[in-house]
Nanobody, 127 residues
């Protein structure tokens, strides 16, 4: 299993931007596809977006399309989530997740598809 550590969360005004980072341990990062999920209080964990091992394929939730971008730097064992035009409804704990399958499909968006998780980072968007 890979160990994941997220950072970059915080408080931002509506319309602002944040970039989350997730650093993975180990030397087999390119064996993993990665994803971001989020969970608001009282709600289920929901898919935000996923990226293949090479970064060549990405998929997003409808709520993230056009505003959020997932990328990865395999030399740094890091995956990023750039979030622009943030809205109060984006407020949640954001989790990085990994699965030891290098590709992602449009259907790869269930929490059960991913076996490793970070501890989460809080994002709060003020109106």
């Amino acid at each position: 299993q890979v160990q994941l550590v997220e950072s970059g969360g915080g408080l931002v005004q509506a319309g602002g931007s944040l970039r989350l980072s997730c650093v993975a341990s180990g030397r087999t990062f390119t064996s993993y596809s990665m994803a971001w999920f989020r969970q608001a209080p009282g709600k289920e964990r929901e898919f935000v977006g996923a990226i293949s091992w090479s970064g060549g394929t990405t998929h997003y939730a409808d709520s993230a399309k056009g505003r959020f971008t997932i990328s990865r730097d395999n030399a740094k064992n890091t995956v990023y989530l750039q979030m622009n035009s943030l809205k109060p409804e984006d407020t949640a704990v954001y989790y990085c997740a990994a699965r030891k399958v290098p590709v992602v499909l449009p259907t790869t968006r269930s929490p059960t598809d991913f076996g490793s998780w970070g501890q989460g980072t809080q994002v709060t968007v003020a109106s």
